[in-house]
Nanobody
Framework: QVQLVESGGGLVQAGDSLRLSCAAS????????MGWFRQTPGKEREFAAS???????TYAASVKGRFTISRDNAKNTVYLQMNSLKPEDTAVYYC???????????????WGQGTQVTVSS
């Protein structure tokens, strides 16, 4: 069982940077794949980035080159560094974890409560 708590969201201007953190409880963290998804009102939750237990990273085309996912197993934390933010990045960002991971939402059974990111133009 893993519990996830996101932090680091906020209101920024276009072009700014923001780093999200996701703190995980439980001993299984280092063996879990972790992902970041985002959701805007009226739309389905979409994949942003993932990192496998071994450190293999995958990104959605919309964020590739601007976002970086990383993990610190000693701190049971996964990060999402977001640079060159755009208004279309505005969303609630969710951290997710499970053994399979990847870009598919259904691969994850453990989710955080979400953190709001708002990018003004």
């Amino acid at each position: 069982q893993v519990q996830l708590v996101e932090s680091g969201g906020g209101l920024v201007q276009a072009g700014d940077s923001l780093r999200l953190s996701c703190a995980a409880s439980g001993r299984a963290f280092s063996s879990y794949a972790m992902g970041w998804f985002r959701q805007t009102p009226g739309k389905e939750r979409e994949f942003a980035a993932s990192i496998s237990w071994s450190g293999i990273r995958t990104y959605a085309a919309s964020v590739k080159g601007r976002f970086t996912i990383s993990r610190d197993n000693a701190k049971n934390t996964v990060y999402l560094q977001m640079n060159s933010l755009k208004p279309e990045d505005t969303a609630v960002y969710y951290c997710a974890g499970d053994q399979i991971g990847g870009a598919f939402r259904d691969n994850y059974n453990y989710w955080g409560q979400g953190t709001q990111v708002t990018v003004s133009s």
